[in-house]
């Protein structure tokens, strides 16, 4: 679970896809007794997984207002961006997931019609 301001360290890296991904593709090859160069199989993979970005992201800490909610299988992928930016609150863009059986999720987002003269509660 990602919390706001505090920095999440990504799971794994590209070079742990890459051997998991050979790793599959070996064992396909060995199981239908195909002959498999390993250095195209390897060349593919890096052409394929470019390096990932940073290995830790931060959510920012901030009020941020619902731009679009888009429906996907098992939720909702919830777009939102800063409220009213300035100097001292960079525009940003967002999103979540919001899993549909998941009933935490339902408490902790909080709906603020004017986060000026009503800001929301911690």
Do not use: W
């Amino acid at each position: 679970m990602v919390k706001i301001g505090v920095p999440v360290k990504r799971p794994v890296t590209s070079n742990f896809l890459r051997a998991k991904i050979a790793e599959v593709i070996q064992d396909l090859f060995l199981y239908y007794r195909l002959n498999l160069q390993h250095d195209i199989m390897n060349r593919f993979l890096a052409h394929q997984i470019k390096e990932l970005p940073a290995e830790s992201f931060l959510v920012p800490e901030g009020l941020y207002r619902v731009e679009a909610i888009q429906p996907e299988r098992t939720g909702r992928k919830i777009y939102c961006k800063t409220y009213l930016p300035s100097e001292t609150r960079p525009d940003r863009s967002i999103y979540f997931f919001l899993e549909n059986y998941y009933a935490a999720n339902q408490s902790v987002v909080q709906v603020v019609t004017d986060a000026e003269s009503n800001p929301p509660s911690k």
